[in-house]
């Protein structure tokens, strides 16, 4: 009996629409896990809105004591602006959790899903987005705060890149590149920004040369944004700093189908969190007809890393037969209303468990 027979999870549902769409994800991990050998066992810890209500924090110490033993982590949604003075003021409780566990990367792939209409229907690619760097102050690990303001009327911001941090982002982009189609696209502005994006490149570039199984190309970021709309088949890996990865993901995404249906997780060498790219849509929130796409494909996806970094083919199969019974209930007409259905998310989760796959 291999060690991996139990998987731990640490389940986090978070605001809004959180604890209507986590459960269902998290109900068919385990049932595609079930079908294949593996046990997952689940931690629900207090997150969000109502951890503020119950241990005075949104994101307790206790959570955060409890998640240090835990590899794999799933987590909904906040709504940090709904919080309480002075909560809501404070750094969000995601941002809170790619910090202190150091999640460098943010993998968000965009992929059509036969039958929701999409811009870019023959979209298939990947972009890895550094997640600790760059512009983005609050997520800055190495100097406090990248914004200033040195009087009232002028503010400025400090972009960080790091020969450190640009080399494993650039590695796990190679490295996932040779799992997919073999090709790397290094997305800069380095005409411009010539030392921090420049850097990035560089780097970058160096990588690659410990890849030559892999094409390597680049673009300028503005260019990018518009090859994505006009040819988006010819993209498969795209690798790029912390705000362009920002932007160009939230593009893709629209391109594939809807931000609605947009999975990503983050993760460093030896943690990942499944979280979807969506917010706690607070407009729908209660009303029991929230999309759990998005969701289902963020816990396949770290399914999918967990797999692949124990080398366990049963958590591989399960990230699979996520997918195919997503892709199936679809397919079958079954949709809630941001895809234009009628199907409430307890519908479309009870289709999904119902699909037959395979030996499950
Ligand atoms: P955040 O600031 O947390 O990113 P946001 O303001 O970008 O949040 P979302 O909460 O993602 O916004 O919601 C944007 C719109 O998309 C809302 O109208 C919301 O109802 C819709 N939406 C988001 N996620 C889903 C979902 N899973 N199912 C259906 N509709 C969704
Ligand atoms: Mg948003």
Avoid at 124 to 132: G, H, P, Y
Avoid at 240 to 260: K, M, P, R
Avoid at 293 to 320: C, F, K, N
Wanted: proline share 6%; hydrophobic share 45%.
């Amino acid at each position: 009996m291999n060690d991996h027979q139990v998987l731990r999870a640490a389940v986090l549902d978070g605001d809004g629409i959180g604890p209507e769409v986590v459960p269902v994800a998290v109900a068919l991990a385990e049932q595609a896990l079930a079908a294949h050998g593996v046990r997952m066992v689940l931690e629900r810890l207090p997150y969000g809105e109502s951890a503020i209500d119950s241990h005075g924090s949104a994101l307790p110490e206790s959570t955060l004591n409890a998640l240090e033993h835990r590899e794999l982590m799933i987590v909904g949604p906040h709504d940090s602006a709904a919080y309480p003075p002075p909560h809501r003021d404070a750094p969000p409780p995601g941002a809170l959790l790619r910090k202190h566990f150091g999640l460098y990367a943010n993998l968000r792939p965009a992929q059509a899903i036969p039958g929701v209409r999409a811009t870019a229907p023959d979209i298939d690619l990947l972009i890895v987005r550094e997640n600790s760097e760059g512009l983005y102050a609050d997520r800055n690990m190495t100097v406090g705060s990248g914004e200033f303001m040195p009087t009232p009327d002028v503010a400025l911001s400090v972009g960080l890149v790091t020969r450190q941090a640009t080399e494993r982002i650039a590695e796990r982009a190679f490295e996932a590149a040779r799992a997919r189609r073999g090709h790397v696209t290094v997305v800069h502005k380095a005409n411009v920004l010539r030392l921090t994006t420049g850097l990035f490149r560089d780097v970058c570039l160096e990588v690659a040369e410990r890849f030559p199984d892999v094409r390597v190309d680049q673009q300028h970021v503005d260019a990018m944004a518009a090859l994505l709309v006009r040819r988006p088949a010819d993209f498969d890996v795209v690798v790029t700093e912390n705000l362009f990865g920002d932007i160009l993901s939230d593009l893709a995404a629209e391109l594939s189908g809807s931000l609605g249906l947009a999975a990503s997780i983050n993760c460093s060498d030896t943690r990942v969190m499944a979280q979807a790219v969506h917010g706690a849509a607070p407009d729908i929130a209660g009303r029991g007809i929230a999309d759990p796409i998005a969701m289902i494909g963020s816990v396949a996806q770290a399914l999918q890393w967990y797999g692949t970094r124990h080398s366990d083919p049963g958590v591989l199969a399960a990230a699979e037969d996520m997918r195919v019974r997503v892709a199936a209930t679809v397919a079958a007409g079954v949709r809630t209303p941001d895809l234009g259905g009628t199907a409430t998310t307890a519908e479309f989760a009870d289709h999904a468990r119902a699909v037959g796959v395979g030996s499950s």
